[in-house]
């Protein structure tokens, strides 16, 4: 039992790395700015659920290069452009691609 539950882990371990590393290994990123971009990410996210306005359940924050993607749906116009403006003000942040899709 305690080695099913090792190698589970480690095999959890590994494909965290694995996928994780992706954009490291082909070349759009350093692994440096891969932690910043995941602190960034990290910072949106935190943000957003912060906010009441803001379903931060509803809406993906993936980032790339300082470059933060934003997607989902918001239930209205008000949420979307909300949402834009949390990113917008984080640190780090060099732009915003909001793709939200307003949805009632």
Same mark, same amino acid.
Request: with cysteine; net charge negative; proline share 0%.
């Given at each position: 039992m305690k080695y099913a539950r090792a190698i589970a882990f480690s095999l959890l371990a590994g494909a965290t790395i694995v996928s994780t590393g992706?954009? +490291?290994a082909?070349?759009?990123q350093t +692994?440096?700015?891969y932690m910043d971009d995941a602190g960034i990410t990290t910072? +949106? !996210?935190a943000k957003m659920?912060?906010?009441k306005s803001v379903s931060a359940t509803a809406i993906s924050v993936?980032?790339?290069n300082g470059t933060v993607q934003l997607s989902g749906?918001? !239930?209205t116009q008000a949420? !979307?452009?909300r949402a834009e403006a949390i990113a917008r003000n984080t640190k780090h942040v060099r732009e915003v691609r909001n793709s939200i899709v307003v949805r009632p």
């Open positions: 992706c954009s +490291v082909r070349n759009q +692994v440096g700015s910072a +949106v !996210k659920a912060e906010d993936e980032t790339l749906f918001a !239930k949420e !979307k452009d």
